[in-house]
């Protein structure tokens, strides 16, 4: 049962796999996870200047 | 007599019925199993008792809380019941999750990561489990949105997940959110085995030493309002999330809007979470929720889960190979937005390595991160799938 499953899965798969879907794919997730890495630098910039101000080490 | 014989068919019609067809007895079967986690396990039990429940009543057969028949002026039409309402109005909208993030933003304290702004870093890399799911996703044949959507409970961020779900594939939006909090509930017993796997015990006893600066609070009243500044110039498809996020926030720091503060903590959050959890557990009719779809949404949800995880610790090692001071990388699985779970699974598992190593305060900073990066990474994938559809 399960493994009819499987491969019903990996058929379905097989048959609707797109390779230029997957470029796109790995296009969104390149430009994505380097999105998400530049706003959490500019993030960190702001919350260091902020904290360089007023901030006092105990 | 014979009347009435003929009448009892149609009167019991829903328990005839009920019998014909697998599918919603295994759903309110399924909504049990939710309400006995949510009561015994107290797994998520604010949301995951609600979905049980809207999950039975959508799946009585001939139930009148999705839509009904009506007959008007001898015309049959089908007119929406109040989950059905409840879902026009709050979900498809996506007000719902909106004010979810304003109670949120209320609740979190940003403190522990103004105070050390170096933990944002592992709020992005955690987000690494959505774009590797999204990658899986179109090799198992999903069409681009679908992938992207399901690549989203990698964010670990219920909201998120819905608010993305329902923008880019609001087909799938009922298993998404059942998946979503689904994990976030089991987030103790999915991280510390691949956080084992990934690092030695001596990298688990590694000692951070936590340097505490004193946030002042014009820091704290400008934090949101430069976040919310940035994050919406760069990605203005984040400003409805983060915006509310941060809008939340606002009220809880600006210390002269209590009254609103305390609102959007709990009356609201509790509203909303009530409403929501019983809506998405009406999205949970048997003939649309019982596929292979669900199936694999299931698993991609853990996969996404896993591959967070992954991608925060193997982060932290890479970090230590250039570091003098050398980063636990436990800490790096605490990035994803389950908060505060995540941070007190890492808490725990360093100590159970070594009882006096204090790493709390490291993994709180890392998972308020998570939540950041987390609604930054939902909308910069509502801003770039559309561009390649």
Not at chain 1, 5 to 31: E, H, P, R, S
Not at chain 2, 63 to 84: D, I, M, R
Not at chain 2, 246 to 271: H, I, P, W, Y
Not at chain 2, 326 to 332: D, E, Q, S, V, W
């Amino acid at each position: 049962m399960l493994s009819k499953l499987i491969d019903n899965i990996l058929f379905n798969a097989l048959l609707a796999f797109n390779m230029n879907t997957l470029k796109d794919g790995l296009v969104i997730a390149v430009l994505g996870l380097g999105g998400v890495f530049l706003v959490i630098i500019l993030l960190y910039i702001i919350t260091k200047i902020l904290g360089s101000f007023t901030n006092k080490k105990e | 007599m014979s009347d009435l014989l003929d009448l009892l068919p149609e009167v019991f019609k829903g328990v005839t019925t009920f019998f014909t067809d697998w599918k919603p007895i295994v759903m309110i079967l399924i909504g049990i199993v939710l309400i006995v986690l949510a009561i015994k396990k107290e797994y998520e039990p604010n949301l995951l008792l609600p979905i049980g429940f809207g999950a039975i009543l959508v799946n009585i057969p001939f139930s009148n809380a999705w839509e009904f028949q009506t007959v008007v002026n001898g015309v049959e039409t089908v007119e929406p019941g109040f989950l059905q309402i409840l879902y026009n109005v709050g979900i498809k909208t996506e007000l719902f999750p909106i004010l979810i993030f304003i109670a949120i933003g209320a609740m979190i304290d940003f403190k522990p990561l103004l105070k050390n702004p170096f933990y944002l870093f592992f709020g992005a890399a955690a987000q690494f489990g959505i774009f590797a799911t999204m990658i899986v996703a179109i090799i198992i044949g999903y069409p681009l949105n679908e992938a992207a959507t399901i690549g989203i409970l990698g964010t670990a961020d219920g909201p998120t997940s819905i608010f993305v779900s329902n923008e880019l594939a609001p087909r799938l939006l009922g298993p998404i959110t059942v998946a979503a909090y689904s994990y976030m509930a089991l987030v103790p017993v999915i991280q510390p085995p691949v956080i084992k796997l990934l690092t030695t015990k001596k990298e688990r006893k590694i000692r951070m030493e936590y340097k505490e600066y004193n946030v002042s609070r014009v820091a704290e009243i400008s934090f949101p309002i430069i976040i919310t500044l940035i994050a919406g110039l760069l990605a203005p498809s984040s400003v409805a999330l983060i915006g509310s996020l941060m809008f939340g926030n606002l009220l809880r720091v600006c210390d002269v809007t209590e009254k609103l503060s305390k609102a959007a903590q709990n009356e609201l959050s509790n509203l909303v979470t009530l409403v929501l959890g019983i809506t998405i557990g009406g999205t949970m009719r048997g003939e649309e929720f019982l596929n292979l779809d669900t199936l694999a949404i299931m698993g991609l949800g853990l996969l996404a889960f896993i591959f967070d995880t992954a991608g925060g610790v193997i982060f932290a090692k890479i970090l230590n190979l250039f570091r003098k001071e050398k980063i636990n990388p436990c800490i790096g699985a605490a990035g994803i937005s389950a908060f505060p779970m995540s941070s007190r699974v890492v808490h725990k598992l360093v100590r159970e390595e070594d009882p006096d190593n204090f790493v709390l305060m490291q993994s709180v900073s890392a998972n308020v991160s998570g939540q950041i990066g987390s609604v930054v990474a939902g909308s910069l994938l509502l801003a770039l799938v559309p561009l390649f559809m």
